[in-house]
């Protein structure tokens, strides 16, 4: 199945949809990853916290894909801010990966009160410059950190993988992004195990366009201009992941599922002004 692309600030371009790969470990997350790109998925988000880079490589290997045809992105820890500590966490994860480049590399957290985050990015952009990643991002950034990246540094990340679904559609951000040439990764896209999937909207939307509520949801991300990175241990639900290019919500149900948003949609206690990620 063909991906479209999407363009990012540096250049590159990456997948209009990705792999998510939390909680997946060990020979089940190798397999998960293994089918996951036999189904079509170019484009694998992991990150040091998840420990399971490791697995994430050996699925890499195991499908049997060029690594050229590959896009792996992971994330720098909060235990592992600051300049040379992002040098060392940048090698620890490309060993465990068993790649030479790493292809997307992101801040997991800005954790600002220990206010490393500049320096980390900092020390990611000489990692591009020395061309051993090739694309420099965020996670879970507001405007004002990202604000604050570019003014420090003259630069601002190609993407920002932020927490993004119906109940948390994230709509002042989004458009902050598009004003920057941000590209937004959406985390939880499916809204992880919440009842999102079960909303009448969207029901009726799947029925209407004899697809699932899962698509549908994905479908909404991608018109957005939102990569969503779901996760699915089924080969099945993969590949229906992935199935999102041959229908158009029309803009009435894009509206409708944007008005399931409501103010305490996070699914955890995830505002990045407070969260300290380890
Ligand atoms: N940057 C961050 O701070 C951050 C935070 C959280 C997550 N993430 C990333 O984002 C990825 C995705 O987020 P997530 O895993 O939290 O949530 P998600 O992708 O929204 O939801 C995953 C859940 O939905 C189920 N599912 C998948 N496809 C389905 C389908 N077609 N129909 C019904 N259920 C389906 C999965 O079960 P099965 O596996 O059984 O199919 C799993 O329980 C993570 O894996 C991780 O890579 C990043």
Wanted: proline share 6%; aromatic share 6%; charged share 25%.
């Amino acid at each position: 199945m063909s991906i479209p692309e999407r363009r990012l600030n540096d250049g590159t371009s990456i997948p209009a949809t990705g792999f998510g790969t939390y909680p997946l470990r060990g020979d089940e997350g190798e397999q998960a990853v293994a089918s996951a790109i036999a189904a079509g998925y170019r484009l694998i988000d992991t990150a040091v916290n998840y420990a399971n880079e490791n697995a994430v490589g050996r699925g890499m290997r195991a499908s049997g894909v060029e690594r050229s045809e590959l896009m792996v992105q992971t994330k720098i820890p909060g235990r592992h801010h600051g300049y040379d500590e992002t040098l060392a966490s940048f090698d620890e994860s490309r060993h465990a990966l068993g790649v030479d480049v790493i292809d997307i590399l992101l801040i997991h957290w800005p954790n600002p009160s220990v206010d490393k985050y500049v320096d980390t990015f900092k020390a990611m952009l000489e990692l591009r410059d020395r061309g051993l990643v090739r694309t420099v991002g965020v996670s879970n950034f507001t405007e004002e950190f990202l604000t604050r990246l570019q003014r420090e540094t003259g630069e601002l990340p190609a993407v920002n993988q932020v927490e993004l679904h119906p109940y948390f559609p994230q709509q002042e951000l989004l458009r902050f992004h598009a004003e920057h040439d941000i590209v937004t990764e959406a985390w939880s896209p499916l809204g992880k195990n919440s009842p999102v999937l079960t909303e009448r909207v969207i029901a009726g939307a799947a029925a209407a366009h004899g697809v699932t509520p899962a698509q549908v949801v994905l479908r909404w991300h991608v018109q957005l201009g939102s990569v969503p990175l779901p996760k699915s241990s089924s080969p099945e639900r993969q590949r229906e992941n992935l199935d999102l290019f041959g229908f158009e919500l029309t803009d009435d149900e894009m509206a409708a599922i944007t008005a399931l948003g409501r103010n305490d949609g996070r699914l955890f206690d995830g505002d990045p002004n407070h969260h300290e990620e380890q």
